[in-house]
């Protein structure tokens, strides 16, 4: 039933380390994002596929590289961790305008 | 460019009270409005929207939104909260035509309190 998925939910890493964090949608939605949740919970979007195809790549270090193998699957990978990357990340889809469901979040923790 | 404020951080209001929290937008092309609410330790939630038409949108859980393009705003209400309502709220635009990526306001606390 669940509509958009990520795992994991939680990400306890050292510093340095790379990491993937995992997003998939059985909603059928063309359009899918990765937002980034700062500890002042301000949101962010970084990164937006269409049917496969990069969209919007906000300035985002190029540490940081989305994946899309599929309309369903976007996945993030970040490499070199730093402190600083400590957030939630939220994927969500949308099939149009009409509003962006969302993913439960992974809470990233760089030690 | 989009941008979004919210000018509250924080609102405490009694249960039962009714509740006002405040949304205005700035952009250079027209743009579609909504409300997210975010309950502790989960994702975002939508609310309501606004995409054209009336300009009072009723929400799930009892809130509304009434859209005033002359004041650029889209404050959010609802007549009567429970402690439940406690959660962070955000206000989002998008495009629409171009990019449908949410620019989102910086959050509203709203705190219950018995």
């Known amino acids: 039933d669940t509509a958009v998925s990520q795992t994991p939910k939680y990400l306890v890493t050292q510093m340095g380390n790379d990491k993937s964090i995992k997003c998939e949608q059985n909603?059928?939605?063309?359009?899918m994002y990765w937002y980034k949740q700062d500890s002042k919970k301000f949101l962010k979007i970084m990164f937006s596929?269409?049917?496969?195809?990069?969209?919007i790549n906000e300035t985002v270090p190029n540490r940081f590289s989305p994946k899309s193998p599929d309309k369903a699957h976007l996945n993030l990978h970040i490499n070199s961790l730093e402190l600083g990357d400590s957030a939630v990340y939220f994927c969500a889809s949308s099939p149009g305008p009409e509003g962006s469901i969302f993913g439960p979040g992974t809470r990233l923790t760089v030690l | 460019a989009q941008s979004v404020t919210q000018l509250d951080s924080q609102v405490p209001v009694f249960e039962e009270a009714p509740v006002e929290l405040r949304c205005n937008y700035s952009s250079s092309v027209s743009v579609y409005l909504f409300w997210y609410v975010q309950y502790p330790n989960q994702g975002l939630q939508l609310l309501l929207k606004?995409?054209?038409?009336?300009?009072l949108v009723k929400g799930i859980n009892g809130f509304e939104a009434e859209f005033n393009k002359s004041q650029t705003s889209f404050h959010l209400r609802k007549p009567s909260v429970h402690i439940s309502d406690t959660a962070e709220y955000f206000c989002?635009?998008?495009?629409?035509?171009?990019?449908?990526?949410?620019?989102f306001g910086s959050g509203t606390r709203l705190q219950v309190q018995p």
């Open positions: 596929y269409n049917n496969k195809e990069l969209i």
């Open positions: 909603l059928g939605h063309d359009t």
């Open positions: 606004y995409l054209s038409g009336s300009t």
């Open positions: 989002a635009v998008s495009e629409r035509t171009g990019r449908r990526a949410l620019t």
